[in-house]
């Protein structure tokens, strides 16, 4: 109950880490999508949202989330959508 009341994910989100976006080549020219510097607290929550709303498949490793495709452009107004601050977003 008292989680319910507690805005502290709010305030994670609206931290001062940088989230960076780019993309890259992996195995047989294949583009993917890496955002980095989301809460780890918040990695997995964060990826799940991401792949449903940008119908994708991806994971989280070692602080990043790895989406399939270039989607670039859409990952910065989903996470605008999922409460993170638009400056703190760095597209690449």
Same mark, same amino acid.
């Given at each position: ?8 994910? *709010?305030? &994670? @989100?609206?931290?001062? !880490?940088? *989230? ?6 992996? =195995?047989? =020219?294949?583009?993917?999508? *890496?955002?980095?510097? +989301? &809460? =780890?607290?918040?990695? &997995?929550?964060?990826? @799940? %949202? /991401?792949? $449903? ?5 991806? #994971? !989280?490793? &070692?602080?990043? +989330? +790895? ?8 990952? #910065? !107004?989903? /996470?605008? $959508?999922?409460?993170? /601050?638009? %400056? #703190?977003?760095?597209?690449?």
């Amino acid at each position: 109950m008292l989680k319910d009341l507690c805005v502290c994910e *709010i305030l &994670d @989100k609206q931290g001062v !880490a940088k *989230i960076k976006v780019y993309t890259t080549s992996k =195995k047989f =020219k294949k583009i993917v999508t *890496i955002v980095e510097g +989301i &809460d =780890k607290a918040q990695l &997995d929550q964060t990826t @799940k %949202e /991401l792949k $449903h709303k940008l119908a994708c498949g991806g #994971s !989280a490793k &070692d602080g990043q +989330i +790895i989406l399939q495709g270039n989607h670039k452009t859409k990952v #910065s !107004a989903a /996470l605008k $959508h999922l409460g993170y /601050l638009e %400056e #703190s977003i760095e597209v690449r």
